[in-house]
């Protein structure tokens, strides 16, 4: 049982670059999240989903775009890479809301647009 | 819209203080859920606590401790007696109704235990 996994753990791209970062998780969850960590900023939400072949955005969704094809997995792009972008960006899933469900994150992924 | 806030952002003790981390939150729901996790120098995000708003009891868990305080808005964490393991960012978070729409998170506290 690997939980939530996160590919890849980091990358470097160019200005204008597009790039997907997959989360997949094994616990049958229905909600999965994205959230990106900058510097004194805490975490903030990219897009989620709450459930296969649904997504929704979250309060940064700006440059960003997701796919939930299948239960397991969430796919995070970005079509066109900006400095701004710059962040460690966390997959998490639950088996229901987080009111009453654990949120699981995975390791993180180090992003740097140059 | 809600909002978390977590004024001190970095604190530094020696090991074996008693140090308290604040949390206050906003929101306009009556439900509401609220979270505490440490994120370790390694990086990952470790969940803590979950409490509803409709449980004002404090609870303790070892050397954590929580106080959550619905007339001043606020869920306070304590470790007792802290080492230097318990060195961390730690968040407060909010989900507010079901929290299908994921977690609000303060801008974190970065806990300093000097041996």
């Known amino acids: 049982n690997a939980g939530v996994t996160q590919t890849p753990k980091f990358r470097v791209l160019k200005t204008g670059q597009s790039m997907t970062l997959l989360c997949a998780q094994d616990?049958?969850?229905?909600?999965m999240y994205w959230y990106r960590q900058d510097p004194g900023m805490g975490l903030r939400l990219i897009h989620y989903?709450?459930?296969?072949?649904?997504?929704a955005k979250g309060e940064v969704p700006d440059g960003y775009n997701v796919s939930r094809l299948k239960k397991q997995n969430f796919l995070l792009g970005l079509e066109s890479a900006a400095p701004s972008q710059t962040s460690v960006y966390f997959c998490?899933?639950?088996?229901?809301?987080?009111?009453?469900?654990?949120?699981?994150f995975g390791p993180g992924t180090r992003l740097t647009v140059l | 819209a809600q909002k978390v806030t977590q004024a001190q952002t970095e604190i530094s003790v020696v090991e074996k203080e008693d140090v308290t981390l604040d949390c206050v939150y906003e929101?306009?729901?009556?439900?509401?859920?609220l979270f505490w996790y440490k994120q370790p120098p390694s990086g990952e995000l470790v969940f803590l606590i979950r409490?509803?708003?409709?449980?004002?009891q404090n609870e303790i868990s070892g050397r954590y401790s929580w106080n959550f305080q619905k007339s001043t808005s606020s869920f306070n964490f304590t470790i007792t007696a802290s080492q230097v393991v318990d060195s961390a960012v730690y968040f407060c978070?909010?989900?507010?109704?079901?929290?299908?729409?994921?977690?609000?998170f303060g801008k974190g506290t970065h806990l300093i235990i000097q041996p």
């Open positions: 989903s709450v459930g296969e072949g649904t997504t």
């Open positions: 616990m049958n969850h229905e909600y």
């Open positions: 978070a909010l989900a507010t109704g079901g929290g299908a729409d994921g977690l609000t």
């Open positions: 998490a899933s639950s088996g229901g809301v987080v009111g009453n469900n654990e949120q699981f």
């Open positions: 409490r509803n708003s409709f449980d004002e």
């Open positions: 929101t306009r729901d009556t439900t509401y859920y």
